[in-house]
């Protein structure tokens, strides 16, 4: 190890056994952060961490006149150091109050949690696919993969597809869970209260639906920060365009993951003390602010593959969080949650009627399979049945048939009607 690059190691706090990574070009060193993900860092990376380190335990310093469980400050002091970053020993504290999850859980039975995961394991109709899931959630990290991450994993996914089953669980949350445990002090019930105020229906901090079991909500996002790109970043949008790269295929990950599976862990962590503070427009400052950042790069990819490799390097090296931050907060620009708003409402819009035509069309191949066959049915190849013998058998699966036609034809009005009707929530 060069002895340059040793020396710095050393003055990172958190960063413990280096050894080198054996790839070519410029050296980098390999070691765990704090909370036990492999880093692999250049010298750069290194001098960054040092200076986060040490800004870091200038914020604590801020920090330090609000003991954890006392009163917040107001709401802009509370923004403002949101924004610098959250002790990671506060984090219990201070994200179980901005996000609601201490209200929340105050407002049940001490032993909801517990009755949840029960219930949980043996009733939810998702538990085999958490069961699945979990083993495949942050294989690198010990203590997940360990037998208490493990449980402590499946107990919370479970519980929160019990305590909200129009939602149930999605491919996704478990990254989130995980992540939660770890900052959180493996606290399951706090993870599961602070999971549940992010994703609990429209009740829930993140955009409705984002969950769904078709991903609506997604959809609307999606849409949202392609508006977004064309706007503050109109080359990358336009270079997109050229080579056909879906916003969907580079930032679906971002937004059902929160970042937590792009970014480093302490970067990820940061985005989510001003989430959980702020609201989803977050997602969309970093978003915006990681694209920015990697513009050079992505408009020098020729396809579409080369593009999404530079995307995904640059976030995986996005270990100068503060930067991160500064940028999605300072460089992006103006960016109010009205603009965001009409963004939404528009592609909800759009969204509704896209998913509504879609299930028009697959009762219509629905209805056309059953026409068809009862075509066949009647014909002299059907062994002689007759058409008084096919009303007496068959009439009522046409009945039925004809039914669920006009019942997915009417659950598609209803909810254009719905949307249209209800609020769009932040």
Same mark, same amino acid.
């Given at each position: 190890?060069?002895?340059?690059?040793?020396?710095?190691?050393?003055?990172?706090?958190?960063?413990?056994?280096?050894?080198? !990574?054996?790839?070519?070009?410029?050296?980098?060193?390999?070691?765990?952060?704090?909370?036990?993900?492999? *880093?692999?860092?250049?010298?750069?990376?290194?001098?960054?961490?040092?200076?986060?380190?040490?800004?870091?335990?200038?914020?604590?310093?801020?920090?330090?006149?609000?003991?954890?469980?006392?009163?917040?400050?107001?709401?802009?002091?509370?923004?403002?150091?949101?924004?610098?970053?959250?002790?990671?020993?506060?984090?219990?504290?201070?994200?179980?109050?901005?996000?609601?999850?201490?209200?929340?859980?105050?407002?049940?039975?001490?032993?909801?949690?517990?009755?949840?995961?029960? $219930?949980?394991?043996?009733?939810?109709?998702?538990?085999?696919?958490?069961?699945?899931?979990?083993?495949?959630?942050?294989?690198?990290?010990?203590?997940?993969?360990?037998?208490?991450?493990?449980?402590?994993?499946?107990?919370?996914?479970?519980?929160?597809? &019990?305590?909200?089953?129009?939602?149930?669980?999605?491919?996704?949350?478990?990254?989130?869970?995980?992540?939660?445990?770890? !900052?959180?002090?493996?606290?399951?019930?706090?993870?599961?209260?602070?999971?549940?105020?992010? *994703?609990?229906?429209?009740?829930?901090?993140?955009?409705?639906? &984002?969950? !769904?079991?078709?991903?609506?909500?997604?959809?609307?996002?999606?849409?949202?920060?392609?508006?977004?790109?064309?706007?503050?970043?109109?080359?990358?949008?336009?270079?997109?365009?050229?080579?056909?790269?879906?916003?969907?295929?580079?930032?679906?990950?971002?937004?059902?993951?929160?970042?937590?599976?792009?970014?480093?862990?302490?970067?990820?962590?940061?985005?989510?003390?001003?989430? $959980?503070?702020?609201?989803?427009?977050?997602?969309?400052?970093?978003?915006?602010?990681?694209?920015?950042?990697?513009?050079?790069?992505?408009?020098? #990819?020729?396809?579409?593959?080369?593009?999404?490799?530079?995307?995904?390097?640059?976030?995986?090296?996005?270990?100068?969080?503060?930067?991160? &931050?500064?940028?999605?907060?300072?460089?992006?620009?103006?960016?109010? &949650?009205?603009?965001?708003?009409?963004?939404?409402?528009?592609?909800?819009?759009?969204?509704?009627?896209?998913?509504?035509?879609?299930?028009?069309?697959? #009762?219509?191949?629905?209805?056309?399979?059953?026409?068809?066959?009862?075509?066949?049915?009647?014909?002299?190849?059907?062994?002689?049945?007759?058409?008084?013998?096919?009303? !007496?058998?068959?009439?009522?699966?046409?009945?039925?048939?004809?039914?669920?036609?006009?019942?997915?034809?009417?659950?598609?009005?209803?909810? $254009?009607?719905?949307?249209?009707?209800?609020?769009?929530?932040?």
């Amino acid at each position: 190890m060069p002895r340059k690059v040793h020396r710095r190691m050393r003055s990172v706090e958190s960063l413990t056994d280096a050894t080198l !990574a054996p790839s070519p070009g410029e050296p980098r060193v390999t070691s765990s952060d704090v909370y036990g993900f492999a *880093i692999s860092l250049t010298e750069a990376h290194i001098d960054a961490l040092a200076r986060c380190t040490q800004a870091a335990a200038e914020v604590e310093a801020s920090w330090a006149s609000h003991p954890r469980g006392g009163p917040l400050p107001a709401d802009e002091a509370l923004k403002r150091l949101c924004r610098r970053g959250v002790p990671p020993s506060l984090r219990p504290w201070v994200w179980g109050e901005v996000s609601g999850a201490r209200a929340r859980r105050a407002a049940r039975h001490p032993s909801y949690y517990a009755g949840m995961a029960e $219930l949980g394991r043996h009733e939810s109709p998702w538990v085999h696919q958490i069961e699945l899931d979990a083993p495949r959630t942050f294989p690198q990290n010990g203590w997940v993969q360990g037998q208490q991450g493990q449980a402590a994993l499946t107990r919370v996914l479970c519980a929160f597809a &019990m305590h909200s089953p129009e939602v149930g669980y999605c491919q996704g949350m478990n990254y989130i869970a995980a992540l939660l445990l770890l !900052a959180l002090e493996c606290d399951q019930e706090a993870a599961f209260w602070v999971l549940a105020s992010l *994703i609990d229906g429209r009740q829930g901090i993140l955009y409705q639906d &984002m969950y !769904a079991r078709d991903l609506s909500g997604t959809h609307v996002e999606m849409r949202s920060l392609h508006a977004l790109v064309a706007t503050k970043l109109p080359a990358l949008h336009d270079h997109l365009a050229a080579l056909r790269c879906d916003m969907s295929i580079l930032a679906t990950d971002w937004f059902l993951c929160l970042f937590c599976t792009a970014l480093p862990a302490e970067a990820a962590a940061r985005v989510w003390d001003a989430l $959980l503070c702020e609201g989803p427009k977050v997602l969309f400052r970093v978003a915006l602010a990681l694209m920015r950042g990697a513009e050079p790069a992505l408009l020098a #990819a020729e396809d579409a593959g080369a593009l999404l490799r530079a995307m995904r390097d640059a976030a995986a090296d996005a270990h100068d969080r503060d930067r991160l &931050m500064h940028d999605a907060f300072e460089s992006v620009g103006g960016l109010p &949650m009205d603009r965001i708003r009409r963004y939404r409402e528009r592609n909800q819009r759009e969204v509704d009627h896209e998913f509504a035509a879609r299930e028009t069309h697959r #009762a219509g191949r629905a209805n056309g399979d059953a026409d068809g066959r009862q075509d066949a049915a009647c014909s002299p190849s059907a062994g002689g049945t007759t058409k008084e013998e096919l009303s !007496a058998r068959g009439g009522s699966f046409v009945s039925r048939l004809t039914a669920l036609t006009r019942g997915t034809l009417e659950s598609g009005r209803t909810m $254009l009607q719905r949307r249209a009707s209800s609020p769009t929530t932040e």
